[in-house]
C-alpha cells in the first residue's frame, strides 16, 4: 500500500487538488492500493489512517523539502501508532523535493501562464511557504537563483510567505529595481492555499497586472515522481524500514 502524506490547508481547493493528484497515480498503477492522508487541517488525518491499515505501507510524503514535517511529525505520527501496534510495517519514502521534475513541473505552469523565456522586461517571483528549517528556504533561494542566470527574464527572487526571507514587498522591488516592467508568479507550492493566496494577494497589491501562474497541482510527471518515491522505499534494504 501507498500511503501518501500531505500537509493539509483550511482551503479546501488544496485538498481537491492533492486528492486529483492521487488518482493520477492510481491511473499509473492500477494494481496498486493508494490512500491520502493529512497532518492537519484536512482529513482523513494521518495517523488515523496510520493506525487502520492493514499489512505493509508505504509511506510517502508529499512535501517538497525535508523541513520539520518530514523530520518530526510523520516519524511522530508513526511512533505513536506503533505504541498501540508494534506490528505494524511501515516504510517512509523520502520527500518530493529536491528533483528536477519539481522545477520543469513550475516553469510549464509559468508557461501555461503565457510566461516563457528570454523576456527580459518579465521579473519571475518564486513564491513559496517558508519555513523555520533554513535548508528548505536555501533550496528555494538556489533554485530562483540558477533560474535568473538562465532563464533570461530581468532577474527571479524568492519570496516566503511566512518564517523566513525575503517577504514579497522586497522580492517585487528587487526585480523592479533590476528592470521588471511585468510581475510573473511562480508558486513553489503543490495546491491552493492560504500561504499562497497570501503571497498573490500582496504580489496584485504591488503589481496589480501581475501574471499567477497555477500551483504544480495534478501534474503527470508528479504522479511519477510519487511512485518513484514510493517504489525506492520499497526496495530499500530492510534497515530503510521505520522502526
Known amino acids: 500500500m501507498l500511503l501518501a502524506v500531505a500537509h493539509g490547508s483550511r482551503d479546501p481547493r488544496s485538498a481537491a487538488t492533492i486528492s486529483t493528484l492521487m488518482d493520477v497515480v492510481r491511473t499509473l498503477r ?19 489512517v496510520l493506525s487502520r491499515v492493514d499489512g505493509p505501507v508505504t509511506v510517502v510524503p508529499l512535501l517538497l523539502s525535508h523541513a520539520y514535517h518530514a523530520g518530526v511529525d510523520v ?12 506490528e505494524v510495517d511501515v516504510r517512509v519514502a523520502e520527500v518530493l523535493g529536491p528533483d528536477p521534475v519539481l522545477e520543469s513541473s513550475v516553469l510549464r505552469r509559468l508557461a501555461e501562464a503565457e510566461v516563457g523565456p528570454r523576456e527580459p522586461d518579465t521579473g519571475v517571483v518564486l513564491a513559496a511557504a517558508g ?14 537563483s540558477r533560474w535568473a542566470a538562465s ?24 526585480l523592479r529595481a533590476a528592470g521588471a516592467r511585468r510581475i510573473a508568479v511562480a508558486p513553489w507550492f503543490l495546491a491552493p492555499g492560504l500561504l499562497l493566496t497570501r503571497v498573490v494577494d500582496r504580489v496584485r497589491d504591488l503589481a496589480p497586472d501581475a501574471t499567477i501562474a497555477a500551483p ?13 518515491r514510493f517504489h525506492a522505499a520499497e526496495c530499500a534494504p530492510p534497515r530503510r524500514r521505520y522502526a
Not at 163 to 171: H, L, Q, Y
Not at 216 to 221: C, Q, Y
Request: proline fraction near 9%; aromatic fraction near 4%.
Open 30 to 48: 492500477p494494481d496498486l492500493e493508494v490512500r491520502l492522508s493529512f497532518l492537519e487541517l484536512s482529513a482523513p488525518r494521518f495517523g488515523e
Open 75 to 86: 516519524p511522530g505520527s508513526i511512533e505513536a501508532v506503533r505504541r498501540g501496534r508494534p
Open 131 to 144: 519555513s523555520a528549517h533554513e535548508p528548505a528556504n536555501a533550496l528555494v533561494r538556489d533554485i530562483a
Open 151 to 174: 532563464g533570461g527574464w530581468a532577474g527571479v527572487e524568492p519570496a516566503f510567505a511566512a518564517a523566513a526571507d525575503p517577504a514579497v514587498d522586497v522580492a517585487v522591488e528587487r
Open 216 to 228: 504544480i497541482g495534478a501534474d503527470i510527471e508528479l504522479a511519477q515522481l510519487v511512485l518513484r
